[in-house]
């Protein structure tokens, strides 16, 4: 009896196939929507410390609550391992390096950055939870492969012939069109000035963006999905020509077959058109893999494997060619790139080594750079263009270790024999898909979507057309057919190897498809009816209620340290831009927006801009009130406090002291005083910074 006991608890099974419909239906697509839309909301870096990314972070939290819920009440038969322990501590290692450095950072940028970390978590348990039958783990792959497809389809228009045409109405047109087109970019700017010349030169980009804010993450994203989509397309391919060998009917599984294949190809061409070499890089270490698995699994079907594989190539480079982007400037360009990485990765492994266990806590990292980057180095970076490196700084080894182990454990983790269920939930996936593609222009009325709407309403018409096709010819293909555990590996390799040379491990876009990939990995089992001495117990109902209590925790959390602060300080903020205020009625808005939230340094700076202006437009010959100064450096000290380790914020306040000091008007010791402590410690942050030595020379000449 201890020998079976013993047998059964070390099972790495995590679930058993729930019930689809009902609630748990509603949950299937809750998840679909919230997983399609991370494709369009995607939030780089810097949306993501700007508070873009709030409200899918409280969906999937709250998403996490209900299911977890579910599990607690017997309606999800769901058992939890030694990979959900590793995940726990994993969350719990990234409160505490985020409270350890919460005083010494910026606070709402690490909050905010936190609570997209700790909802990546969220997505494996939903995932795990929701996704256990393995036809609604295919449905959603497919969908998942079609999202890409869609915005590889629009991202090869945009190159091909929206970006060409904005050239020629710019530079080919008169001066009336090109005003206009600033005033649709919200750019307000003469000739000659630096907002201008860098909208002039976003225009001679040629890669695309599609919803991504970089095309480097956009290439990530559809690297994973390029892969799933050689795993489809090849299963398509061996059914159809089995079907067709058996006299049995073909056509739906060759109408299938073909939709994939042109969905591939279209992910291929925007793939080649983004000029992203780590895509290129990774995408052949993925297409290699693949080849080598293939080959030692059919060794009698070398030749086809072998001409499969050259004719993508062939294809690739065709592509790159007639397109001009393959040339030897792209090659040559490659050597320059990786000596950048060099430059980035050494000045990082000085950071984390200044940090070793718990780091620097996330979304500090730039702050944080300056002051090991190089004299030498061509850019201040907002992270270090490498995920290994980006834990390891943010979190420290303790992090790192963590999120590496539980990779290695994704990889290694078995799930236990399925049965197949008459209802799969594979229609509430697809319902799903289809409401995140809408849920983005709901949110666009609330955040900031960063999308131009045509692009976006583009997209969403090509989404749409692409999953639902590839949903009716693929309906065999989700019920009978399969997706191997050793492509969604290669995927989620795929995407790590890109990552290991570019941003994007922190950007929801990019980082829900590796946690997705994640949670659908498991190693196929044959579809037998098990027995009833085979079946897993369930997991009894005190882990499950412990995991409820700890995500309500976690929810309310966010809802007070994340969600209130922000969202009452953009809705501020959009009252201040909707409404007409005296300059006595702004001064006390923006002083109640700061208070709002006592850890954004953006609120509070708008009030320093405030009192600045003010200062600077008083007319010669006013008196000047005796306080007014002492405000003003009031306001100064608040917000090096919320940010003390940003140099360009004491650069920047540093040159409203020097300016209002030598105004014609009046001079002030203590704005000189200060202009002086805020130049050191600007330079003290960033000792590679001639600008600001040579600032801070000349205040002392002074």
């Known amino acids: 009896m201890a020998k079976s006991r013993r047998k059964r608890s070390s099972k790495p099974a995590i679930s058993e196939t729930p019930p689809q419909g009902g609630l748990l239906g509603i949950l299937t697509a809750a998840s679909s929507s919230l997983i399609v839309l991370s494709a369009f909301l995607t939030a780089d870096s810097v949306g993501v410390l700007d508070g873009v990314a709030v409200i899918p972070t409280l969906l ?54 936190m609570w997209v970390w700790i909802s990546y978590s969220m997505i494996y348990l939903v995932v795990t939870s929701l996704y256990s039958n393995a036809r609604s783990r295919r449905a959603l792959v497919l969908v998942m492969f079609g999202i890409a497809a869609a915005l590889a389809i629009d991202g090869v228009y945009e190159s091909l012939v929206e970006m060409p045409q904005r050239r020629l109405d710019y530079f080919g047109g008169d001066q009336q069109a090109r005003d206009q087109m600033l005033a649709e970019a919200g750019i307000d700017a003469p000739e000659g000035s630096p907002i201008r010349y860098h909208f002039e030169s976003r225009l001679q980009d040629t890669e695309p963006l599609v919803t991504f804010a970089l095309t480097n993450s956009l290439a990530g994203f559809l690297s994973c999905w390029f892969i799933v989509g ?67 699994r059919y060794p009698d079907k070398r030749r086809q494997v072998i001409l499969s594989l050259v004719g993508i190539v062939v294809v690739a480079i065709g592509i790159g060619a007639m397109s001009g982007r393959l040339d030897w400037k792209v090659i040559t360009g490659s050597t320059q790139s990786l000596a950048f990485r060099f430059e980035y990765w050494g000045a990082s492994t000085k950071l984390a080594a200044d940090a070793p266990i718990l780091g620097i806590g996330p979304g500090n990292f730039q702050d944080r750079y300056t002051l090991y980057k190089p004299p030498e180095a061509s850019e201040t970076i907002a992270d270090p263009h490498n995920w290994i490196m980006q834990l390891l700084t943010s ?100 995407l790590l190897v890109n990552l290991l040379f570019a941003g994007g491990i922190s950007v929801p876009g990019v980082c829900c498809s590796l946690w997705v990939l994640l949670a659908l990995l498991g190693h196929s089992l044959p579809d037998e009816t098990l027995s009833e001495s085979n079946e897993i117990p369930t997991q009894s109902r005190s882990l499950a209620i412990g995991t409820l209590f700890v995500c309500s925790l976690l929810i309310i959390g966010f809802y007070f340290t994340c969600w209130v602060p922000v969202r009452q300080v953009d809705g501020a903020m959009q009252q201040l831009q909707n409404e007409r205020f005296s300059q006595k009625e702004i001064k006390a808005h923006l002083e109640s927006m700061s208070a709002m939230d006592p850890r954004d340094e953006s609120a509070n700076m708008m009030l320093v801009d405030h009192l600045f202006n003010q200062l600077s437009d008083m007319p010669v010959g006013d008196v000047l009130e005796s ?36 105004m014609s008007r009046w001079e002030s010791p203590d704005l000189l005083n200060k202009a002086h402590v805020l130049l050191m410690q600007e330079q003290e942050l960033f000792p590679a910074n001639a600008y600001a030595i040579a600032r801070l020379s000349w205040v002392l000449a002074k």
Not at 259 to 281: D, N, P, Q
Not at 429 to 450: A, P, Q
Not at 632 to 658: Q, T, W
């Open 60 to 113: 999937w939290l709250t998403l996490a609550l209900v299911t977890v819920g579910c599990i607690a009440t017997g309606r999800i038969t769901y058992r939890f391992a030694r990979i959900h322990l590793v995940m726990a501590i994993w969350v719990a290692a990234i409160l505490m390096s985020t409270y350890w450095n919460l005083d010494r950072s910026n606070g709402r940028n690490s909050l905010n950055s």
């Open 230 to 296: 050689i795993g489809i397309s090849a299963n398509a391919l061996l059914r159809s020509k089995s079907q067709a060998e058996g006299n049995t009917k073909s056509s739906d599984a060759l109408t299938f077959a073909v939709c994939v294949l042109t969905c591939f190809v279209g992910v291929l061409m925007c793939i080649v058109l983004t000029e992203s070499r780590s895509a290129w890089s990774a995408v052949t270490v993925g297409m290699a893999a693949i080849g080598w698995h293939l080959l030692k």
């Open 395 to 494: 979190f420290g080894i303790t992090g790192l270790l963590l999120a590496v182990g539980f990779i290695v454990m994704a990889f290694c983790h078995k799930r236990s024999p399925q049965r197949e269920e008459s209802s799969s939930g594979s229609g509430y996936v697809l319902c799903g898909g289809i409401t995140g593609i809408v849920l983005v222009h709901v949110l666009s009325f609330f955040t900031d979507v960063s999308v131009n709407s045509a692009t976006l309403d583009r997209v969403t018409m090509i989404s749409i057309i692409v999953i639902v096709l590839l949903y009716m010819t693929g309906l065999q293909w989700i019920k009978n057919g399969k997706i191997s555990a050793v492509v969604l590996k290669l995927a989620c390799v795929v």
């Open 627 to 662: 306080n007014v100064i002492d405000e003003f450096i009031r306001f100064v000290d608040a917000a090096v406090d919320r940010s003390p380790r940003s140099h360009r914020l004491f650069g920047r306040l540093a040159e409203y002291c020097i300016t209002l000091h030598f």
